[in-house]
């Protein structure tokens, strides 16, 4: 049974590493990335509700009339 030649293994890795490394910086080099980004001021708007208007009560079942 001939033994497993192990010699160029890693050869073979730094490359793969090498490879994955620029094939990435490619990818990542094709991007368009914004220069400053700027926060766009929103600006918040009040919704009046009815029971903003006047006081309500609230009640509690036992106390309604029957």
């Given at each position: ?18 490879t ?17 980004p ?15 208007a ?9 106390l309604?009339?029957?």
């Amino acid at each position: 049974m001939p033994q497993l030649d192990t010699s160029t293994w890693l050869t073979m890795i730094l490359s793969m590493f090498l490879t994955l490394f620029i094939i990435f910086q490619l990818k990542i080099s094709k991007h368009n990335f914004y220069h400053n980004p700027e926060l766009t001021p929103t600006k918040m708007l009040k919704q009046n509700t009815p029971w903003e208007a006047k006081w309500t009560k609230i009640y509690l079942p036992l106390l309604l009339p029957l």
